[in-house]
């Protein structure tokens, strides 16, 4: 709890130097957290969530710069909230950094309650796991070995039958190959209600059954405690690994020459025209 109360503070801080340097890219003031590194022994659930998130983006870059170096394709990652409906926050990205400062920014203020399920035939409000489905076909790439969610919440929210056929089925479509993990905020409890069990059977039905990795089948993870949030988040490095062949670094020199070779065009169009002008006159 100490070292998450630290990390607000620096946070806060680093929002309120580049608030100063850069007014119009900052113009919304934060609250300042309160001051607890000294004698704290609890962090409350969404910052806890917050920090760990922070954490894992952190150490997918790290993976990601050592795919890119040997030629591999790298991570990219997206990030939304959600209550009664979803709050989308950056779409999938290769720059890191960016969802980085963009659960730095994040707000705790919830607007309601928490959707699995939707849309429905009552409710036209995108659900979380909808939300993701539509992100994966809108930015995915046809090359990528695997594309994961992973939803963190406190709330209890079922799933109709209904849609639970209808997410799976469009998990399932060709080029998908979706796996899914739920890190549970809230009490142990949720892991095992009747609450959850919508989501537990969701997950089961679209994640490997393999008999050498049970964790696919096990992937709602309790994670109200720092300790535990680690350990859903080093589950999730340990089995989703950036290993899908892409372009290679050298990419970057094939630019600049593009861009060599387009100046020496111009300049000798430039050349050219200015010639002819005189001849003209």
């Not at 960016?98 to 035939?121: A, D, H, M, V, Y």
């Not at 062949?245 to 970057?252: I, R, Y």
Request: hydrophobic share 40%; proline share 5%.
């Amino acid at each position: 709890a100490a070292e998450v109360a630290l990390w607000e503070q620096q946070m806060y801080q680093a929002y309120l130097d580049a608030r100063a340097k850069h007014p119009s890219l900052y113009p919304v003031a934060l609250n300042k957290p309160p001051n607890k590194q000294s004698d704290a022994t609890k962090a409350e659930r969404f910052t806890l969530a917050r920090y760990a998130a922070w954490k894992f983006v952190r150490s997918r870059m790290e993976a990601s710069e050592e795919a890119l170096k040997k030629g591999l394709q790298g991570d990219r990652v997206g990030i939304g909230t959600f209550d009664d409906e979803v709050h989308p926050s950056y779409p999938l990205t290769a720059e890191l950094k960016i969802p980085i400062r963009k659960i730095e920014q994040l707000s705790s203020k919830s607007g309601g309650g928490t959707n699995f399920e939707g849309p429905t035939e009552n409710d036209p409000r995108v659900g979380a796991f909808q939300y993701c489905i539509n992100e994966f076909r809108r930015w995915g790439k046809k090359n990528v070995k695997t594309k994961v969610m992973i939803l963190v919440s406190d709330g209890d929210a079922g799933i109709s039958p209904e849609r639970h056929d209808m997410l799976v089925k469009q998990m399932a479509e060709a080029g998908m190959d979706i796996h899914v993990y739920a890190l549970v905020c809230g009490p142990k409890s949720q892991l095992t209600n009747q609450a959850t069990e919508s989501v537990r059977k969701l997950i089961a039905a679209v994640n490997p059954n393999d008999p050498a990795h049970p964790e696919f089948q096990e992937a709602v993870l309790w994670a109200g405690d720092g300790v535990a949030m680690k350990k859903a988040f080093d589950l999730i490095n340990r089995l989703e690994k950036s290993s899908v062949a892409g372009e290679p670094v050298t990419v970057d020199k094939d630019v600049r020459r593009r861009f060599i070779l387009a100046g020496a065009l111009l300049a000798a169009l430039f050349i050219l025209s200015a010639a002819c002008f005189r001849e003209n006159l």
